[in-house]
């Protein structure tokens, strides 16, 4: 396991860099000041890569607090990357500010800080940000299918992954992102605008480079609409869809009963959605859209929502919009947020334990959870659930007592949790307030956003395994 780590660290690195030297050759071509800044950001995140495979190669027994502490540690760095072109503006961000804008873009959230504003003009820079958000998808797969075979490997005979289907798995998400560039350029006939918003939805970070998560007008009609959200279903699928071609049995005895239960259950919260809340200025597809990019925690909107009157609309649906954030998207996606899955299995766990309890003690009422058998289960499910809670409870007391009201607290706390970011801030017609102390807590959110998988997998692991016993 340990060689697997390694060998999948050192890939996100060099492929990091290999993009920071790509865009330092276009600025080079262009005859930009920002050649160096991006030639920088390759050698940092090569050495990087070859950092990991020295300070690991003695090691051979990977424990699970090990792998957090790497993953991490990985996110920290790749953030340190992301931020180094953005220290081109020292004289106007601080350093505050650059890690933040880094954070953002590389835990796939997609906050927009105001300066990200005055980089619309820079192609380079706007190239950037995408790619940043293309790293932070890719490695947020990668870091549960490493978690996945740290608590399953013990346990399935069939889940196998060695060093070529780790490389298979990276070349495959970057031709998919490829696929989706050229798919999209046939309709848009627009190279940079494909690039950018292909990366936003494979890695449902929502922002379209420097841009923001609103859509322009030209590329929000209905046609393009139903596009986004062909490839946004496509997005949800990446893993389950390279396992049937690599390896059926890992879906077969681990995944596709959840997948299937959670595809359905997505959809029909979805439909009812649509149907239910309707907003007059907005056709159905639009507002399919809206919804399906918030349940896939991507949180890309159309041009229309940056209309006042379609805003106030919008914000009566806040407790919608918080639901499908919170259940949102599938574990081993790139999305955040709760996911789905985990909520479907809570309700299953649940709903077993009370069903034996029920058959075996002939027991009704609330006694049911004190004299049940697996007591240890149900107690570990319900910390995770508590531990959660405690979170959020928390950096709203952080967030508020740094100048924010409770609720732009709470929209804070969730958006970044949730790595929906400023497409669920948009909706709520908030902004971001500088602070330092804002920052620094909402940094540590958006990467505690992408260890909920954690909580995810060890539910998953004792309901799978004891149920195959």
Request: glycine content about 6%; aromatic content about 18%.
């Amino acid at each position: 396991m340990q060689y697997i780590l390694n060998y999948s660290l050192q890939i996100i690195f060099y492929v990091f860099g290999f993009f920071g030297l790509l865009v330092s050759l276009k600025c080079f071509l262009d005859s930009s000041k920002y050649t160096s800044i991006f030639f920088i950001s390759f050698i940092v995140s090569f050495i990087i890569g070859y950092f990991f495979k020295v300070l690991f190669n003695k090691n051979k027994i990977l424990k699970e607090k090990n792998l957090v502490i790497t993953i991490f540690s990985s996110w920290l760095l790749l953030t340190l990357v992301s931020a180094i072109p953005f220290l081109s503006f020292i004289d106007v961000l601080a350093i505050s500010d650059i890690f933040f804008i880094s954070t953002s873009f590389i835990t796939t959230t997609g906050f927009q800080h105001k300066f990200l504003d005055s980089l619309n003009v820079s192609e380079a820079f706007n190239i950037w940000c995408s790619i940043i958000q293309l790293i932070g998808g890719v490695f947020s797969i990668v870091s549960y299918i490493l978690f996945f075979l740290v608590f399953f490997n013990k346990h399935d005979k069939h889940i196998v992954f060695n060093k070529n289907i780790i490389l298979k798995f990276f070349s495959y998400y970057f031709f998919l992102f490829l696929g989706f560039f050229i798919f999209l350029n046939l309709f848009l006939e627009d190279i940079y605008f494909s690039f950018m918003i292909s990366s936003a939805i494979i890695s449902t970070g929502g922002q379209i480079g420097s841009f923001g998560p609103v859509l322009g007008y030209y590329y929000s009609n209905n046609l393009y609409l139903i596009i986004y959200l062909f490839l946004s279903i496509t997005t949800i699928l990446i893993l389950p869809l390279f396992l049937i071609i690599q390896n059926y049995k890992v879906l077969e005895s681990s995944y596709i009963k959840l997948l299937n239960r959670s595809l359905i259950l997505l959809l029909v919260v979805l439909l009812i959605l649509c149907l239910l809340f309707e907003i007059s200025a907005l056709n159905f597809i639009e507002r399919f859209f809206i919804f399906f990019s918030y349940l896939t925690t991507t949180g890309m909107l159309p041009n229309k929502t940056s209309d006042i009157l379609v805003m106030q609309q919008l914000s009566s649906l806040f407790f919608i919009f918080l639901f499908l954030i919170i259940i949102g998207s599938l574990s081993g996606s790139s999305g955040g947020g709760l996911k789905i899955d985990k909520v479907s299995i809570i309700f299953i766990k649940i709903r077993s334990e009370l069903r034996k309890l029920t058959l075996s003690h002939k027991l009704y009422g609330a006694e049911l959870i004190k004299k049940g058998y697996n007591q240890k289960e149900l107690n570990s499910l319900f910390a995770l659930l508590a531990l959660g809670g405690i979170f959020v409870a928390v950096a709203l007391l952080i967030l508020t007592s740094s100048g924010h009201s409770v609720f732009e607290s709470f929209v804070l706390t969730m958006a970044s949790l949730t790595n929906t970011g400023e497409g669920f801030l948009h909706v709520n017609n908030m902004s971001l307030n500088k602070s330092f102390f804002s920052y620094l807590i909402l940094n540590f959110l958006m990467i505690f956003g992408r260890f909920e998988v954690i909580g995810y997998l060890l539910i998953f692991q004792k309901f799978t395994i004891r149920n195959s016993l």
